[in-house]
């Protein structure tokens, strides 16, 4: 089993910036790949990003070039600095870990954190 925690949500204007953070524990491997996804009202849970425990990162393209994934192996610790944040980023964003990069793309893991709100106003 695996417990995650989400921080760093929150309200921010178009072309802002938030940092979100995530702790995971439990059964988290050092060869994990963490990851953000996030929801949106109404929509499925979609992958947003990852990163490998040597620092490899993968992006979906609609957040490519604005949003950077980052990880603290020490502190079982994943980051996503977002910045120019677009009214289309708001969502409820939640993070994850496996040994399988393919099984993150999915969305569809077992245990899920509360998430943390991002809202981008217009």
């Known amino acids: 089993q695996v417990q995650l925690v989400e921080a760093g949500g929150g309200l921010v204007q178009a072309g802002g910036s938030l940092n979100l953070s995530c702790v995971a524990s439990?059964?988290?491997?050092?060869?994990?790949?963490m990851a953000w996804f996030r929801q949106a009202q109404g929509k499925e849970r979609e992958f947003v990003a990852a990163?490998?425990?040597?620092?490899?990162?993968y992006y979906v393209d609609s957040v490519k070039g604005r949003f950077t994934i980052s990880r603290d192996n020490a502190k079982n610790t994943v980051y996503l600095q977002m910045n120019s944040l677009k009214p289309e980023d708001t969502a409820v964003y939640y993070c994850?870990?496996?040994?399988?990069?393919?099984?993150?793309?999915?969305?569809?893991?077992?245990?899920w954190g509360q998430g943390t709100q991002v809202t981008v106003a217009s």
């Open positions: 994850n870990v496996d040994l399988s990069l393919p099984a993150l793309r999915t969305a569809k893991l077992h245990w």
């Open positions: 439990g059964r988290v491997f050092s060869r994990s790949f």
């Open positions: 990163v490998g425990n040597g620092g490899g990162t």
